[in-house]
């Protein structure tokens, strides 16, 4: 108590020699610019305006690094491309305004100094009118570095093709690209194969002991199919399709399953063929003339061109039901009545064989990945790409006046259907009321 007592004794005496005036004064709204005046540690501070102040607690996450976005990324990619794009714009402009002076000095310049002006030769004085030589100065040539727009514009694209040079990705993944550019079967390779997952099995305990002779081997309990078989089995059915592409046969591509549709339709329009996506309707072979025998037919000829005179005759349901000369199904564990009626009447068949299928059911089998889409796309894509190749055999033989295929026997079926059709044959019930 007598130390405080003599503190503020000491300091009012202090206080009293000093020459400076005491102001005693509280902080509003008057005086709170006042830099003279300092604030009482009890009044309430104001809240701090500078980011990431310390005594400020919200404002410490708002000073954390963020990682950045894609659309913040996309933002600074745009705000980036204008920036240099009028940064490009500003230096063209820069060029053309300097060029510019630099023409009219020189125009000023030849306008004070007429006597370093180019005289007129004998001929332009001998053509011209009066002997007074002309005091104009000629017309400065544009020094600018573009004649016009079109240059600027041209060399703006090469600035900026040279800027975007080595960061473009030419080596990328697109899934379209086994669809619409499949590969040939002379272009196949066992690394494509391995890429397209075709060497995926399934489990060991699902297998099928038949196809003991495709596996290579086990890894994490699932079988891998040998790519060397693989890749012989599939040029051996690639060769098939394109012999019977070359003689005019009659192919089947089959794929059921969930996502493989536009696979065999690319594939069927590549061979030349015919596709089914949806469902086997089972007797399509077995009991066809009920199921498809009320069907069309389209008669052509050597060039694939259509025979009109043929048209009335088939369109009546006078014919025999055609059956493939080949079947090619992708799936073949869920079309095994298909493979089943194409067995009974003898129609070859090609199918891709899983692990867990049996191989005896096709008579050309291919050894592969039945589940997964880049392995039927693969194979269907080589298969189709053998049927362009025999169809375009037996167009150029055609084109020599030549048929790949035995006609004698189709002159004799046409000559049958237009004698039945040219009968008047009666119904049984028509005939019986008419009796």
């Known amino acids: ?53 310390p005594d400020e607690p919200s404002s410490i996450l708002d000073t954390l690094p963020h990682p950045p976005t894609a659309a913040t990324r996309s933002i600074a990619k745009e705000l980036e491309a204008q920036e240099n794009s009028i940064h490009a714009l500003r230096a063209d402009v820069q060029a053309h305004t300097t060029a510019r002076i630099m023409s009219l000095d020189e125009f000023e310049f030849d306008a004070k100094n007429p006597s370093k002006a180019p005289t007129p030769t004998t001929s332009q004085a001998a053509s011209s009118p009066s002997s007074t030589p002309s005091t104009s100065p000629p017309a400065p040539a544009d020094p600018l570095p573009f004649d016009n727009l079109k240059e600027l514009n041209r060399y703006r694209r090469h600035v900026q093709q040279e800027r975007r040079r080595g960061t473009h990705l030419s080596q990328t993944y697109d899934p379209t690209t086994l669809l619409h550019k499949p590969p040939k079967a002379s272009e196949l390779t066992l690394p494509m194969l391995l890429a ?51 003689r005019g046969g009659i192919i089947l591509f089959v794929a059921t399953r969930k996502g493989q549709e536009e696979i065999v339709v690319n594939t069927a329009k590549l061979a030349g063929g015919y596709h089914i996506f949806h469902r086997w309707v089972p007797g399509s072979l077995t009991n066809g003339q009920q199921i498809l025998g009320g069907c069309g037919v389209k008669v052509v000829d050597i060039h694939d061109r259509e025979i009109k005179q043929y048209r009335n005759a088939f369109t009546a349901g006078n014919h025999t039901v055609m059956r493939p000369d080949l079947v090619v199904c992708l799936n ?86 237009e004698t039945i059709a040219a009968l008047d044959v009666q119904e049984p019930g028509k005939a019986s009321e008419r009796d």
């Not at 890749?231 to 098939?240: I, M, P």
């Open 196 to 246: 397209n997952q075709t060497h995926l099995g399934h489990a060991t305990s699902l297998w099928n002991p038949l196809n003991s002779s495709y596996i290579f081997g086990v890894r994490d309990g699932i079988h891998i199919i040998s790519l060397e078989v693989t890749h012989a089995y599939l040029k051996r059915a690639a060769k098939v399709v394109q012999e019977v592409a070359r």
């Open 332 to 417: 073949p564990l869920e079309n095994q009545v298909c493979l089943h009626e194409c067995g009974i009447f003898n129609v070859p068949t090609i199918g891709i064989i899983d692990t867990d299928a049996n191989p005896a059911w096709v008579t050309y089998p291919i050894p592969a990945n039945d589940d997964s889409l880049r392995s039927a796309a693969l194979i269907g894509g080589v298969l189709g790409q053998a049927g362009k190749e025999g169809q375009r055999l037996r167009q150029l033989e055609a084109m020599r006046g030549s048929a790949t295929y035995p006609t004698h026997h189709v002159h004799e079926t046409l000559q049958a259907i």
């Open 1 to 53: 108590m007598i130390v405080r007592q003599f503190c503020a004794r000491h300091g009012r005496t202090v206080l009293a020699r000093s020459s400076r005036r005491l102001d005693r004064g509280y902080v509003s709204s008057r005086n709170v610019d006042n830099p003279m005046l300092r604030q009482s540690e009890r009044d309430p501070k104001p809240k701090p305006g500078i980011p990431g102040h």
